[in-house]
């Protein structure tokens, strides 16, 4: 299974290590074209990183019925901005009707 890591430079060159394809953006504006073409290639996970999560959130949308590839957002170099618990709360909520903090 191949796997791709798309964000910030700092944070995706590093995965390079662990035989991951790695796709900077330079330019936020960019991010969208860039996943695009990312989620057009044969990938089982495309790790991406939460700064991108606004300009890419309809990509998102699109893909998150299908099984393939799996779209996992990650804290960026600047931190967590909360948006991966905020996923999976959506996800938990739709499935089971409960969130992580156990509201209904």
Not at 33 to 51: A, N, T, W
Not at 86 to 92: D, F, R, Y
């Amino acid at each position: 299974m191949k796997i791709a890591f798309v964000g910030e430079k700092d944070m995706v060159y590093p995965m390079k290590a662990i035989g991951a394809d790695v796709y900077p953006v330079e330019e936020m504006k960019d991010a969208p074209s860039i996943m695009r073409d990312v989620l057009s290639k044969d990938y089982g996970i495309v790790f991406y990183s939460e700064e991108l999560h606004s300009r890419i959130r309809d990509l998102i949308e699109e893909y998150r019925e299908r099984p393939y590839p799996a779209l996992v957002p990650l804290p960026g170099v600047t931190g967590s901005k909360g948006i991966g618990i905020e996923l999976l709360n959506e996800i938990m909520k739709k499935a089971a009707g409960i969130t992580l903090g156990g509201e209904e």
